[in-house]
């Protein structure tokens, strides 16, 4: 079910210059986001991590729930490699800023305004949140829509512990 | 001919009322939150009478614009929420109107459909108003009940005309939605 998923999900996705799995270095799956500063990230500037790219919106009530796991998860791992980059579509900044603060969250975090229609989420073809993709050090998207002990077997297995 | 045709087209107009109903407002509920899914904005845009959908984090909901002139079919926007795997739990349809009467539990053709208001005082619509269906399925069971007891008129389980307003032109199975302003 996973894979048919992964499969479904990247159909159009698929034809990278890598190869059949997609890469953040892609300039069709790249893109730049204002972090909680107004800095830009790059997303494939984060080549090189075990990187969770994760999509929410502060209205997303799954998500917040998952927040609570991606916390613990980030404090577990962050000093052994894990990254995290949060891309919220959510229209109002303060909305999203209040989200970050009562979530409690540390890692990198982005703002794509713009809901279904933000280009990263086009790009990425977020259809739901939340969505969020596994990706290991050579920047290829290894898995899509890990939760709770999935998601950290997996980070594990990438962070080789 | 034309200038016939066309101060026809006033009369026939002036004697029944304009209406034209050009947008609506749409909230859906399921078991997942449903605005954290695409698949309603996704179902909706793809209505033949819909122009654009518009997401509405705030409110909850979608704000939809119809085609202009467009043959609206308000069972099509709850069809496409519902296969879309979610159901509609409110519809507002906004209008314009000239001159158009209403009484309470009057059955008229408005825009080529019949409408059923179901609270209304006898009043004239004139300009942009907006009514909200409370027909079975397009609004919460528990606001359903409520609207269902204030009229005694069965059509409001059936949403079918029924034999109480024949002698008015409307045939037994026709479509009537039960709005109220």
Known sequence: ?161 | MKKCILSFLIMVTCIAGYSQFSKATLQASGLTCAMCSKAVKVALEKVSFVKEVKVNIRQQEYSIAFKENSNTDFDELKKAVEDAGFSVASLKITGSFSAVDVEKDKHMKLDGKNFHFVNSNTQVLNGEKTFTIVDKDFLSAKEYKKYSAATKLECIKTGKAGECCVKDGIHSEERVYHVII
């Open chain 1, 1 to 161: 079910m996973l894979i048919l998923s992964f499969v479904v999900g990247f159909s159009a996705l698929a034809v990278t210059a890598q190869g059949p799995i997609p890469n953040i270095a892609d300039h069709r799956l790249d893109f730049t986001v204002a972090d909680i500063k107004g800095d830009s990230i790059k997303l494939s500037s984060l080549k090189g991590k075990v990187l969770i790219l994760d999509f929410w919106a502060s209205w997303c009530g799954p998500c917040r729930f998952s927040n609570k796991h991606l916390v613990k998860l980030y404090n577990k791992y962050k000093d052994k490699g894990l990254e995290i980059l949060s891309v919220s579509l959510d229209e109002e900044v303060n909305d999203w800023k209040k989200a970050v603060t009562k979530d409690k969250i540390t890692w990198v975090q982005g703002i794509d305004r713009g809901g279904w229609d933000a280009l990263a989420a086009i790009k990425w073809q977020v259809d739901a949140l939340p969505s969020s993709f596994v990706v290991d050090k050579n920047g290829d998207v290894v898995a899509i829509n890990l939760e709770k002990e999935d998601l950290e077997k997996k980070i594990k297995e990438l962070l080789g512990l």
